[in-house]
């Protein structure tokens, strides 16, 4: 058994996810900003989060709002300056929190120097820091490798008569990472914001950072099925996941070693055992290469027990584990799950072993918004409308109150704001007993008062149906989460308990007695404090 003190902030902490442009306008232009979130800080500290990860925030023409960068040492304008993130880096400091920026660092902007130079010509210095290929025989592309935002994924350059490689926007070409001055100069992007103070990195699309130097096709995929995104058409066999990848996220882990107490977070949407490699050999990867599971998965109880399970099992000895619900690339859990579901989806996240990722607004139980075509700004909901890839419905405005614009800006905001901000916002939750932000902030809190939450053992405990169940276990200290993922009241089984509930995601029944017999209502999950 260990204490508290030998874990880290990110082991036993809370993350929050906040996607600037919508978290808090400070200068009344529409968008969030730095001064937003400075704004924001009490409410951050009174939820009880342990660190802050900020989308970026850095110098881009906006193609795909701040994932395509034009100079990695700068802040956007629109999200205000460097002495604006030097102010909310020391208050987020004062407060005890961390802050994690996010580095994006497979693809820059088309408007980046590095690839202005190396689009000049085929002779400049810089033309290797790009994947640039002669035309196939007849002019075609030099493989069949497609962009996730539809369309061949190779742009042809006139000027030089060559196509380049984008993973996304033609707008954001791939780095070679094959090429080692764009290792360093991507490690001293790194040491540039970790000098400056930054607690860590989210690593965007870590497993795209190398692809087959062969550039062999990517081959058919046998389960791709009419009305699904057109780069699913492919299995990216070639163009994603190389297993050289993994020296560079070493390399990156090293850079971040190097510094006291940081963390590299690592984006990773891959099947559980090749997600797990990421940790690396001897745990010299990401710290935390992300697990969606909880995102792309059946809200099924016996699925994500087997899902729990299986990720437990699979974890490297030194590999710590991390949940998350919802981000800004996926649709949001209550409208996934509903809004009854949400509560216990909350439970869930902040009870399992493990590092809990919160995004911005679920606490509150926000939903996605629907997008009248004339607001829509996603470009992938552009280049390919109508099958559901937008991406602006799960990004709109925190509602902090039922005033105008629920509080967050004095302008027009940049996308539009849930219909029911006047009931759903953070002013109203905040005095709600019942509401989901305080049953987020209870979560929260528990989990600081017990050890048993954040850092202890997972035991699995048998269940059946809609039931999900499992212990937590510190020292002499044992929680019995029970979860009920169903519509109708369940029972289960649990020999020889005896104790008292802690928590329920009914907002009651707190110290009553549970015995071998749990009930649970429809919807509901418990805490209960085993003795």
């Known amino acids: 058994m260990h204490d508290l003190d030998d874990y880290r902030w990110w082991q036993k902490g809370t993350i929050y996810q906040i996607y600037p442009r919508s978290f808090q306008d400070s200068n009344g232009d529409g968008i969030g900003d730095l001064g937003g979130v400075l704004q924001r800080l009490d409410y951050l500290e009174w939820l009880g989060v342990d660190a802050l990860w900020l989308s970026p925030i850095f110098s881009s023409p906006m193609a795909d709002f701040g994932y395509d960068i034009s100079d990695y040492r700068a802040i956007d304008p629109r999200f205000g300056t460097m002495e604006d993130l030097d102010r909310l880096l020391d208050a987020v400091h004062a407060r005890g929190m961390k802050l994690i920026l996010d580095l994006v660092p497979n693809h820059t902007s088309d408007q980046h120097p590095w690839f202005r130079e190396a689009r000049a010509s085929r002779d400049s210095p810089k033309r290797d820091w790009y994947l640039w290929e002669d035309p196939a025989p007849g002019g075609d592309p030099p493989n069949n490798w497609l962009s996730v935002f539809g369309g061949s994924a190779w742009e042809y350059d006139e000027a030089t008569g060559q196509y380049y490689y984008h993973a996304f926007l033609a707008a954001q070409p791939d780095l070679n990472w094959r090429n080692p001055d764009v290792r ?165 996240l902040l009870t399992l072993r493990g590092t809990p990722i919160l995004y911005y607004g679920d606490e509150l139980g926000m939903e996605n918004v629907a997008i009248p075509p004339d607001r829509v700004q996603d470009p992938r909901e552009m280049k390919e409308p109508g099958i559901g890839v937008g991406r602006d419905p799960f990004r709109t405005p925190m509602p902090w109150d039922e005033g105008p614009n629920a509080g967050f800006s004095e ?116 805490i209960v404090a085993v003795r």
């Open 184 to 348: 360093t100069a991507m490690f001293d992007v790194m040491r540039f914001w970790l000098d400056k103070g930054a607690d860590g990195f989210r690593v965007d699309v870590m497993w795209h950072l190398l692809k087959d130097e062969r550039l062999r096709h990517n081959p058919p995929n046998p389960d791709y099925r009419p009305g699904q995104p057109e780069h699913a058409r492919l299995v990216p066999a070639y163009s994603e996941d190389q297993y050289e990848v993994h020296t560079i996220v070493e390399q990156m882990r090293a850079v971040t070693d190097a510094y006291d107490d940081r963390v590299l977070i690592g984006e990773v949407y891959l099947p559980l055992g090749r997600l797990v490699a990421y940790y690396g050999p001897e745990g010299r990867g990401a710290h935390l290469p992300f697990n969606f599971q909880l995102i792309l998965l059946p809200w099924e109880a016996r699925r994500l027990d087997a899902a729990v399970n299986a990720y437990e099992g699979a974890l490297p000895s030194n590999g710590w584990p991390n949940w998350v619900l919802s981000n800004h690339d996926k649709p949001r859990v209550a409208s996934r799950v509903g809004p009854a579901q949400a509560r216990v989806a909350a439970m869930l």
């Open 411 to 526: 302008g027009i905001p940049w996308l539009p704001l849930g219909a029911d901000y006047k009931s759903r916002n953070v002013s109203a939750q905040q005095s709600d007993p019942d509401s989901m932000l305080t049953l987020y902030r209870r979560l929260i809190a528990l989990r600081k008062d017990e050890p048993a939450l954040a850092v202890g053992d997972f035991v699995p405990v048998p269940a059946e149906g809609d039931v999900l169940a499992y212990d937590r276990v510190h020292g002499g200290r044992r929680l019995l989460i029970a979860l009920n993922l169903g519509r109708q009241p369940q029972q289960m089984n649990y020999a020889g308990l005896s104790g008292r509930i802690l928590l329920s995601t009914h907002c009651d029944r707190e110290g009553d007695s549970a015995h071998a017999t749990l009930r649970l209502r429809a919807d509901e999950g418990v």
